[in-house]
């Protein structure tokens, strides 16, 4: 039997820092991030932390959570834990977004792409772009064979950059988006030429809203909450 994708939620928290954090001396706020990093590695099985400024203004940077969402009571659990967390933290740290939902087996393929994502891997490539999706009304009306056709061009595509790996989370019915598309990649560059192909594909016009994309650079997580702690004045 083809290997299927493991059921996960994922979930995208974006934080930026209050006044009271940067009012505080260099080394307060290392302890400060030393003891969130501490208290997130129980909330999930697996994260990271991303900067997310100066390429975006929403925050300062997103936590990517990861837990097994096999039975029912994981997003309860995982939601509990982080609430938690953020309440002792609320001073230093204001949650500014999220962007979440869960994998599943994708209806247009038969097994797992070589392609896929891979959220509790451990070793991450250097970028990260994340955007909410929404299909039309329209696509839902059409036949399940348009709809494959369709895909089929898209598999093609991505199978043209084989460099570039793809999570596709489902968000139907527990946010305002359908999905959370979340690519990663060693190339900024050769993702926007990926990005401008897709354009001209006829599922395009079947896209109802694509945005606000965010896009992050990888480091380990001290590495990057020490970029909000060196001293005033400390390039390096």
């Known amino acids: 039997m083809p290997e299927q994708t493991r059921r996960s939620l994922n979930h995208f928290g974006f934080v930026a820092f209050t006044d009271a954090f940067f009012a505080l001396d260099s080394s307060d706020r290392r302890d400060i991030a030393d003891r969130l990093l501490t208290d997130w590695r129980h909330v999930g099985e697996h994260f990271e932390v ?7 203004h929403l ?3 997103l936590i990517w959570s990861v837990v097994t969402a096999e039975n029912t009571s994981a997003a309860h659990q995982f939601f ?3 609430a938690n967390v953020q309440a002792a933290h609320r001073r230093w740290l204001k949650p500014t977004g999220a962007l979440w939902g869960f994998t599943k087996p994708s209806q247009y393929t038969k097994s797992r792409s070589t392609q896929e994502l891979d959220p509790f891997a451990g070793e991450r490539k250097p970028y990260l772009v994340i955007y909410p999706f929404t299909k039309t009304a329209e696509w ?3 036949s399940r064979e348009a709809r494959q056709g369709m895909m089929n061009e898209h598999i093609r595509l991505g199978k043209e950059f084989p460099e570039i790996s793809q999570l596709l989370l489902y968000s139907f019915g527990v946010q305002d988006q359908e999905f959370v598309v979340v690519y990663e990649m060693e190339d900024l560059s050769q993702f926007s030429d990926l990005v401008y192909a897709l354009r001209d594909t006829e599922a395009r016009r079947y896209t109802k809203s694509d945005a606000p994309l965010y896009t992050a650079i990888h480091h380990p997580p001290e590495q990057t909450l020490d970029l909000w702690c060196a001293p005033a004045g400390d390039n390096s």
């Open 80 to 82: 509990t834990r982080a």
């Open 59 to 61: 925050a300062d940077f």
């Open 140 to 142: 839902y009306r059409l």
């Open 50 to 56: 991303y900067p997310l400024a100066p390429g975006a």
